[in-house]
């Protein structure tokens, strides 16, 4: 039997720099919400329970969208990501045992943003297979296109910065979600990453807080596809690619 997998979708934002009047989450591409794509996405590449964090102030409207779905739960997120990813974390038990499935240290857990809501079956699959594999912490990663440089301040100027160095673009990517982790390995993580917190130091990714314990993290191909609808440029680019299920399939097939 195959072991079970769990997932947070961390969907509590407020969206600011997408700039609508409602949670980025709740906000529709082609007529369905970023979380209610995300949540099925990871559902259907295997995740068998799902912990949403959603705003406080929007909970209702989240708990009213998976009222039908006892495999969804769910929690109200924190001030920031970390926060809200660790209130879903402590959810993970509770979910399990209701919708009665096996729980253990190295049972797979996939930390995927709301705000990835197209990411297709396979980058998620290629993580879920990864974790099972034995490794502890995988994340989906995709290379870097631009070349990259290193600036500093120029004093005298509150736009124009200097260029300092250059770093070699081959040895750089792109981090995407779901970042999955043994469940072991997550507990411990985000319990050390509030530690961190509590002096002064935010990472802004998950797989950052297993780096900061000295432990590996590997990677798998991320997709473009899973692209974070965050401006609303990304917002029209994603209802572009929908509307044209040709070019959608040739993303899928990359
Ligand atoms: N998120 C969360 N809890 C927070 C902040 C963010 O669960 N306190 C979630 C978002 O809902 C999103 C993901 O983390 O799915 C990535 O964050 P981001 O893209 O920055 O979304 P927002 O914080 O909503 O957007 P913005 O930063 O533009 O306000
Ligand atoms: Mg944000």
Not at 16 to 40: E, F, I, N, T, W
Not at 164 to 187: K, N, S
Not at 226 to 251: C, E, F, N, W
Request: some cysteine; aromatic content about 2%; overall charge negative.
């Amino acid at each position: 039997m195959s072991r079970s997998v769990f997932a947070v979708v961390t969907a509590a934002g407020s969206g600011s720099r997408l700039g609508h009047d409602m949670p980025k989450a709740l906000v529709q591409l082609a007529g369905v919400p970023l979380v209610r794509r995300a949540v099925d996405g990871i559902r259907d590449a295997g995740a068998d329970g799902v912990v949403v964090t959603a705003p406080p102030s929007h909970l209702s409207e989240f708990e009213k969208m998976f009222v039908a779905e006892p495999e969804v739960a769910v929690v109200p997120g924190g001030s920031i990501r970390q926060d809200s990813v660790y209130n879903g974390l402590l959810e993970i038990p509770r979910l399990a045992k209701q919708i009665g499935k096996e729980l253990d240290d190295r049972t797979p857990v996939l930390i995927h943003d709301a705000a990835r809501c197209l990411t297709p079956e396979r980058a998620i699959r290629d993580v879920i297979e990864a974790l099972e594999g034995g490794l502890r912490a995988v994340i989906p990663v995709v290379p870097v296109t631009d070349t990259q440089k290193v600036v500093e301040p120029v004093p005298a100027s509150s736009k124009i910065e200097k260029v300092i160095g250059q770093v070699d673009r081959a040895q750089l990517r792109g981090v995407q979600t779901p970042q999955g982790f043994h469940w072991e390995t997550a507990m411990r993580a985000h319990e050390a990453g509030r530690e961190l917190l509590a002096k002064g130091v935010e990472l802004t990714d998950d797989a950052g807080l297993v780096e900061a314990l000295g432990e590996d993290v590997h990677v798998t191909p991320g997709s473009a596809l899973s692209m974070k609808i965050t401006t609303k440029l990304d917002l029209i680019v994603a209802g572009a690619i929908l509307a044209r299920p040709d070019q959608y399939q040739s993303l899928l097939d990359e």
